[in-house]
T-cell receptor, first 119, second 111 residues
Framework: GAVVSQHPSRVICKSGTSVKIECRSL??????MFWYRQFPKQSLMLMAT?????????EQGVEKDKFLINHASLTLSTLTVTSAHPEDSSFYIC???????????????FGPGTRLTVT | KQEVTQIPAALSVPEGENLVLNCSFT??????LQWFRQDPGKGLTSLLL?????REQTSGRLNASLDKSSGRSTLYIAASQPGDSATYLC??????????FGEGTQLTVNP
């Protein structure tokens, strides 16, 4: 299957600083990318959906000024956590999907995740 | 609002056993359904994708079925192995872009 990479895999930062996480689709063009957050022993929570060249669509309750998403190319999306606080500590997972797909919808591929710890 | 439920929440079986994981969803107007596997501290690995027009998909020891009318999908794992131990997530895609995930089934295969 297709590969989605994320960088960094782990990051520790101090409260008040900003952190950028990169998500890349390595062997396909991702017209749509997604950012999820996952708390321990819980399922994934969708934060936002972005289409290449457009502004991201944020889910209810997700602060767009805090979680800045850029999807400037068909293979790269970035999530910047601004002015991070300890409660932002979580596992962030990106996902990518190319357009189309036989019969209804393309398969969605996930990155390996980024563990963010804010001290 | 689409809701996805997975039963059981956890399952422990001896190696070699065949097993079935269940997924149900409330809105049958889906585009597709995906089964994923997640190992601790890792991202998701896509196992099988079933389009709304399909009834089942197979990959190796895995077989997933889809019954849209009843809002159900099953993931059948044959001859389970310790390496199959992971959390299995099902997710459905309805109109628009988003996937709606179930809470997952945590599978442990004991050697």
């Amino acid at each position: 299957g297709a590969v989605v990479s994320q960088h960094p895999s782990r990051v520790i930062c101090k409260s008040g600083t900003s952190v950028k996480i990169e998500c890349r689709s390595l062997d396909f063009q991702a017209t749509t990318m997604f950012w999820y957050r996952q708390f321990p022993k819980q399922s994934l929570m969708l934060m936002a959906t972005s289409n290449e060249g457009s502004k991201a669509t944020y889910e209810q309750g997700v602060e767009k000024d805090k979680f800045l998403i850029n999807h400037a190319s068909l293979t790269l999306s970035t999530l910047t956590v601004t002015s991070a606080h300890p409660e932002d500590s979580s596992f962030y997972i990106c996902s990518a999907r190319e357009a189309g797909g036989a019969g209804g919808g393309a398969e969605q591929y996930f990155g390996p995740g980024t563990r963010l710890t804010v001290t | 609002k689409q809701e996805v439920t997975q039963i059981p929440a956890a399952l422990s079986v001896p190696e070699g056993e065949n097993l079935v994981l269940n997924c149900s969803f409330t809105d049958s107007a889906i585009y597709n359904l995906q089964w994923f596997r997640q190992d601790p501290g890792k991202g998701l690995t896509s196992l099988l994708l079933i389009q709304s027009s399909q009834r089942e998909q197979t990959s190796g020891r895995l077989n997933a079925s889809l019954d849209k009318s009843s809002g159900r999908s099953t993931l059948y794992i044959a001859a389970s192995q310790p390496g199959d131990s992971a959390t299995y997530l099902c997710a459905v895609r309805i109109s628009g872009s988003r996937l709606t995930f179930g809470e997952g089934t945590q599978l442990t295969v004991n050697p």
